[in-house]
């Protein structure tokens, strides 16, 4: 039978899930269906939302800027939007603007998967162009980067990407700092590093999202980022989702102390409102692209690179970091969280409780726990059945709601979870 709908949807297997909630509108933490229905937003309809949908000040600029200029080429061109964020990017990251040593370029995109390809190829024109052979990229196992060719080469193999394997390039798999065998870990990376021909190590500070909110800590990434940093390895830090408050502080590396040689940020970056990436480098990579040579061109683009729409969405979201109590907020939804994650675990039907910020995860116990378990199929339809949207990742349970989110729709959020396992 087909779908009436010429509409393919991303990672959804429409045999099985046959029709869904037509979204009309949102506001806050709720989203509104067609026909009525109001959802809770516990994942921030995939990590992006912020500070909630619809924030006026992040509208008002969006219809502001799409008044005044809607688009222009950035190849020889720029536009204030554009250098006002890269300013403010620059002042907020970590280590920018702070050290010598800082971020201290970005380069726009439009999704987090391009401004991570923008990283892999920054890293290895660096190399490329300061004449040294490293070609070897060093990845974390379970790790997500995204659905591009280049992305998935880096990320972890598996059932998504099994058809597209003879695609994609080698990598080097480092194990994941499992806790108890962190040291592993790191000697797996200092092996690696020292064989002399690695370009750079790409990893998601502290939170692993897509490969199941697996955590691991930030006396780990700093010790991974010292080993890199030894032997002169590239450090790519994947900010894509732990960006803009979501693990607790504004860039999850800042709980690390460290400065990523390249860093990439997309998702919260507009309080996900517009499609925007950048990846920020610091100074040494920009240099070694800089040159009479035109060979030494970075040649990267997309036709919407740095959207005047889309930066401006960014700037205002900015602001609101900079005029709001955004990070009061944050602290105190990672405050409620956690007794969320105590109120979990006290019901007796979850495992592995996992904390980073305003993220919160447990494990329901299932056999097949694989990301294809059958459990999540029906857990999300007795979630969506409930107002809530919470998509399992395989056998785990996650919440990642707006920072507006209140206590009580937290708790409605937990008692459905709750039931939804009970009734397994
Ligand atoms: C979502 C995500 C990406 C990919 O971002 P898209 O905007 O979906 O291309 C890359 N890295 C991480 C860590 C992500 O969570």
Redesign the pocket.
């Known amino acids: 039978m087909t779908h009436s709908s010429p509409v393919w949807h991303p990672f959804t297997q429409h045999a099985v899930m046959p029709d869904f909630p037509v979204i009309d509108s949102a506001q806050g933490a709720y989203l509104t269906a067609k026909n009525g229905q109001r959802l809770f937003d516990a994942i921030s309809s995939?990590?992006?939302v912020t500070h909630g949908h619809c924030h006026p000040q992040i509208i008002e600029a969006i219809q502001a800027q799409a008044a005044k200029l809607d688009q222009v080429i950035f190849a020889g061109f720029t536009h204030d939007p554009a250098e006002e964020l890269a300013e403010k990017l620059i002042k907020l990251s970590p280590g920018g603007d702070k050290n010598a040593d800082g971020l201290s370029h970005v380069f726009y995109s439009?999704?987090?998967?391009?401004?991570?390809e923008v990283a892999l190829k920054m890293a290895l024109g660096y190399w490329k162009h300061s004449g040294e052979d490293r070609t070897r990229i060093l990845v974390m196992e379970h790790?997500?980067?995204?659905?591009?060719i280049g992305?998935m080469s880096v990320?972890e193999r598996g059932v998504f990407n099994a058809p597209y394997l003879p695609l994609m390039f080698g990598v080097e798999k480092v194990p994941f700092p499992q806790v108890g065998a962190e040291q592993a870990s790191l000697d797996a990376l200092q092996t690696a590093c020292a064989k002399g021909d690695v370009a750079a190590f790409i990893l998601?500070p502290l939170v692993?999202?897509?490969g199941g909110m697996m955590m691991y800590s930030a006396d780990c990434l700093a010790k991974m980022a010292a080993i890199c940093k030894a032997h002169d390895v590239l450090l790519i830090a994947?900010?894509?989702?732990?960006g803009w408050g979501r693990t607790g502080t504004l860039f999850a590396s800042e709980q690390a102390k460290i400065c990523p040689d390249i860093l990439?940020s997309?998702?919260g970056i507009t309080g996900g409102s517009m499609?925007l990436?950048v990846t920020l480098c610091k100074s040494k990579i920009f240099d070694a692209h800089y040159s009479q040579d035109r060979t030494k061109t970075f040649f990267h683009s997309s036709s919407y690179t740095a959207n005047p729409i889309a930066c401006a969405a960014a700037v205002a979201n900015v602001r609101l970091w900079e005029e709001e109590p955004v990070q009061e907020r944050v602290d105190n939804l990672a405050q409620m969280q956690s007794a969320m994650l105590s109120c979990l675990m006290a019901s007796g039907l979850f495992a592995n409780p996992r904390q980073a910020g305003t993220i919160i995860a447990v494990d329901v116990a299932v056999e097949d726990g694989g990301y294809l378990a059958d459990i999540g199929p029906r857990l999300y339809r007795h979630f969506l059945a409930g107002g809530y949207l919470i998509r399992p990742l395989g056998n785990s349970l996650y919440l990642m709601p707006p920072y507006c989110s209140t206590k009580e729709d937290l708790e409605g959020a937990v008692a459905c979870m709750i039931e939804g396992v009970k009734g397994l």
């Open positions: 995939w990590w992006v439009d999704s987090g998967s391009t401004a991570v790790s997500y980067h995204g659905d591009t992305t990320g998601e692993l999202g897509a994947d900010e894509v989702m732990t990439c997309s998702k499609p990436a």
